[in-house]
């Protein structure tokens, strides 16, 4: 049986001599693993689009049960992610989290646009990396159905709150004076335009997801609370974030 996919590789494991087992993000099948029979010869036609972070088309054949890569041609790469060795770490960052979100068998439309989208962020416009990872995280959070209440303080329910707070464990946004109110557990600030960006990220337009302003202690802000919210949320870390994390260092 033949099937031809559009797919993102999101990871690639080498195999006996010259084969490379991948795992791909696809739109209507979600998380799939194929194997690339012959990959890493010497100008396999496999080769070029069964490469890292490529978004590629696939005729996929069932062999013995499991799907095999019979041909493989690149839609959009993203050089300049591969280029660049802390972008190439941080895309990577978001293929782990992509792969740990999505389900084998069961669609991820929007799963998959948010990651060719930060992709393309990476590759293309010209925004803080940290802005970039942050609205991924908390879009991602969303996605997978916990999506933060931000609208206002989850106590009283005041709009603007004031010296704001975000309960990670709750996943909720709260006034100061609310915050022995929401329970135990770590708040972190998020203020003004750290707030702001967060809705914008949760709330608004996808299609805009990257337009919104943040630096400094703001952006700082966000990135604090985007992080820790999907790491609560999944209970786990990340080897490819630890290896971002690498090139922040004596920053
Ligand atoms: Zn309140």
Same mark, same amino acid.
């Given at each position: ?41 010497? #100008? ?5 689009g069964?490469?890292?972070?490529c978004w590629s088309e696939l005729?996929?054949?069932?062999? +013995?049960? *499991? ?5 493989a041609?690149i839609? *959009? ?24 979100? %999505? ?48 609208? #206002? ?6 709009? +603007? ?7 990670? *464990? ?8 609310? *915050?022995?109110?929401? #329970?135990?557990? &770590? ?9 702001? #960006? ?33 790491? %609560? ?12 994390? +690498?090139?922040? &260092?004596?920053?």
């Open positions: 049986m033949h099937t031809t996919t559009k797919a993102l590789i999101l990871r690639g494991v080498d195999y006996k001599e010259t084969d490379r087992i991948l795992t791909l993000l696809t739109q209507e099948q979600g998380k799939l693993t194929a194997s690339a029979r012959g990959c890493r010869k010497r #100008g396999s036609p496999l080769a070029a069964c490469q890292l972070l005729v996929l054949y069932d062999y +013995q049960g *499991r799907w095999s890569v019979k041909e041609s839609l *959009r790469e993203f050089r300049g992610v591969s280029a660049d060795v802390e972008k190439l770490a941080l895309a990577c960052y978001f293929a782990e989290v992509a792969e740990v979100l %999505a389900v084998e068998g069961e669609p991820c439309g929007e799963l998959l646009s948010l990651t060719l989208n930060s992709l393309h962020a990476l590759d293309k416009l010209n925004k803080p990396l940290a802005l970039i990872k942050a609205a991924f995280e908390l879009k991602a959070m969303c996605l997978a159905g916990y999506e933060p209440l931000l609208d #206002g303080c989850a106590v009283c329910g005041v709009e +603007q709150p004031e010296n704001p707070g975000f309960h990670i *464990r709750e996943g909720v946004l709260h006034c100061a004076r609310c *915050r022995d109110e929401v #329970g135990e557990g &770590i708040s972190m600030p998020l203020s003004g335009e750290a707030l702001e #960006g967060a809705r914008h990220i949760v709330y608004g337009d996808p299609k805009r997801l990257f337009s919104f302003r943040a630096e400094g202690e703001s952006l700082e802000q966000l990135g604090n609370v985007a992080e820790a919210y999907l790491h %609560a949320q999944v209970e786990r870390g990340f080897h490819t974030l630890d290896f971002y994390k +690498q090139f922040q &260092i004596g920053r």
